[in-house]
């Protein structure tokens, strides 16, 4: 049943969450333009949205935006190394704040669940 709206659901839309990445940082962050970080977006979020059944967002439209961001790392000025929100505090009591490449690090992860997932049946993506 549809929790929101009271409907009975067929059993071909229900599915089971396998894996789930929260982050606390802005993943396009590193992104050095709006049309840039805008085409990402659109890459990432457009075909889970469009889909209405879980069977219409595959683990390979997660290829799509890998391809995306890689055209945007090849371009060096494109993307910067930024500030973690996470600190390590270091033995004389001082703070770190860790560096990081957002966008090279999404472009990792996506390619680990891709790498993970893709050949299992019926896995299906939901981003948010």
């Given amino acids: 049943m549809n929790t929101s709206t009271g ?8 599915h089971e969450l396998l894996y789930a990445w929260e982050t606390s940082e802005d993943v396009l962050g590193s992104i050095a333009t709006s049309s840039d970080a805008a085409e990402v977006r659109q ?5 889970a949205a469009a889909a209405p059944t879980p069977a219409g967002r595959t683990i390979r439209d997660l290829r799509v935006a890998i391809g995306v961001i ?8 494109a993307t910067a190394w930024g500030d973690s929100m996470e600190a390590r505090s270091l033995p004389n009591g001082q703070s770190l704040s860790l560096r990081q490449h957002r966008l090279l690090a999404l472009r990792s992860h996506l390619d680990w669940i891709c790498s993970t997932f893709e050949n299992m049946p019926n896995v299906f993506v939901t981003v948010r």
Avoid: C, K
């Avoid at 409907?7 to 229900?14: F, G, H, Q």
């Avoid at 890459?43 to 075909?47: E, H, Y």
């Avoid at 890689?70 to 000025?77: A, C, F, H, N, Y």
């Fill in 70 to 77: 890689e055209r945007i790392l090849d371009t060096p000025e």
């Fill in 43 to 47: 890459a990432l979020f457009d075909p």
């Fill in 7 to 14: 409907a009975v659901v067929a059993p071909d839309e229900l």
